[in-house]
């Protein structure tokens, strides 16, 4: 009887653990692949901590997708001033970004500069935008836990146009493949982490209503509420064209 109790153990282990373990490119398409909306426009709250002080700000965001892969985002602030950043989000090359000062002048975000922080935040320009799946590199790194989740981590390297980042570490939560932390390096210097919270699910699409960036050293961070969310709004594309911003 013991052959075939050796049997039914091999049987066990060998049905009970996976073959072929998930590549980071393979993890990635599974984040790719999770409903997405249309539109959003959402009513958001950012609150900044730098030195034992919060200042906070208040803005409309709007963003759309088009057939052709490009996004296009729209973020207009209400409080305390006036300044709008309006994104057009291209594949394989940098993105166009343009700021409307509470002057009323419009500059050009040069891509020399998407490592400049937005509006005093802890967010750079380069973070306000999407980001394509082939723009990047991957490599599956470990199974990991990240903000009370199973995860998997996996790197990713930008493989065309300005890098700010020499790399980012992402960790996608293994029940829906959500990316629930993203850390961000410098050089070979962690640099700051991003954290996706209150996590729900508004129209079939999985949405973080609390979202921080911390600086690595904990000395301050950025932190977004969604305070109103829409999805799916008809939008115009007007509303994207760089002469809105007047």
Not at 76 to 88: N, R
Not at 132 to 150: P, Q, S
Not at 201 to 218: K, N, P, Q, R
């Amino acid at each position: 009887m013991k052959p075939r109790f050796l049997l039914a153990i091999l049987f066990v282990l060998l049905f009970s653990t996976p073959l072929f373990a998930l590549t980071g490119r393979e993890i990635m398409e599974k984040n790719d692949a999770l409903p997405e909306a249309k539109t959003t426009v959402s009513d958001v709250l950012m609150q900044i901590h730098k030195g034992g002080r919060i200042i906070e700000k208040q803005f409309e965001s709007q963003s759309k997708k088009s057939q052709d892969g490009e996004d296009k985002l729209l973020v207009s602030f209400t409080q305390p001033t006036q300044i709008k950043l309006l994104t057009h989000a291209h594949k394989g090359s940098d993105d166009d970004q343009w700021l409307r000062l509470s002057s009323g002048k419009i500059k050009r975000i040069a891509a020399s500069d998407k490592g400049q922080p937005f509006v005093n935040s802890h967010l750079y320009y380069e973070d306000i935008g999407s980001r394509d799946i082939d723009d990047y590199a991957y490599k599956f790194l470990e199974d990991t836990k990240a903000v009370g989740f199973d995860c998997y981590a996996v790197e990713a390297v930008k493989k065309t146009g300005e890098k700010v980042y020499s790399k980012l570490i992402l960790y996608v939560r293994k029940s829906d493949h959500f990316i629930v932390r993203i850390d961000f390096y410098e050089g070979n210097e962690f640099h700051k982490y991003l954290e996706n919270h209150d996590i729900r699910t508004v129209d079939g699409i999985l949405t973080s209503f609390v979202t921080s960036m911390t600086l690595a050293d904990e000395k301050g961070y950025t932190e977004l509420k969604i305070l109103k969310l829409e999805y799916n709004k008809s939008l115009k594309d007007s509303t994207f064209n760089k002469e809105a911003l007047r």
